[in-house]
């Protein structure tokens, strides 16, 4: 299991709508969801920053994201370009894998 993590820094005025499309049944996760391995998202909200958030999408392994990245490749750069206008920044803060 892999978990690829993502930081955000939201506009004020999207964060309802961020919460939205980037939540667990949200349009990423929709998306995600049509490609075997997918496993889940989490959205985490800073408890000091209103504006700041994590991702935390769950994957069986690397091969199945990579896969979907490539077989979604249309449908998440269209996905992507319809966010962008929700955040000041954005982040891959990494690739994890759980230790035994």
């Known amino acids: 299991m892999i978990e690829i993590v993502w930081e955000f820094v939201v506009k004020p005025e999207a964060v309802t709508r961020f919460q939205e499309i980037y939540g ?5 996760a929709a998306l995600f969801r049509r490609y075997p391995g ?10 000091a920053s209103r ?7 769950s994957w069986e392994g690397e091969s199945q994201f990579a896969e979907m990245r490539r077989a ?3 449908d998440y750069a269209r996905l992507d370009a319809e966010c962008e206008n929700l955040t000041l920044s954005e ?3 990494g690739v994890f894998r759980g230790t035994p």
């Open 24 to 28: 667990p049944n949200g349009a990423w």
């Open 38 to 47: 997918f496993a889940g998202t989490r959205l985490l909200q800073d408890t």
């Open 51 to 57: 504006q700041r958030f994590v991702t935390v999408d």
């Open 72 to 74: 979604a490749e249309e």
């Open 91 to 93: 982040r891959q803060i």
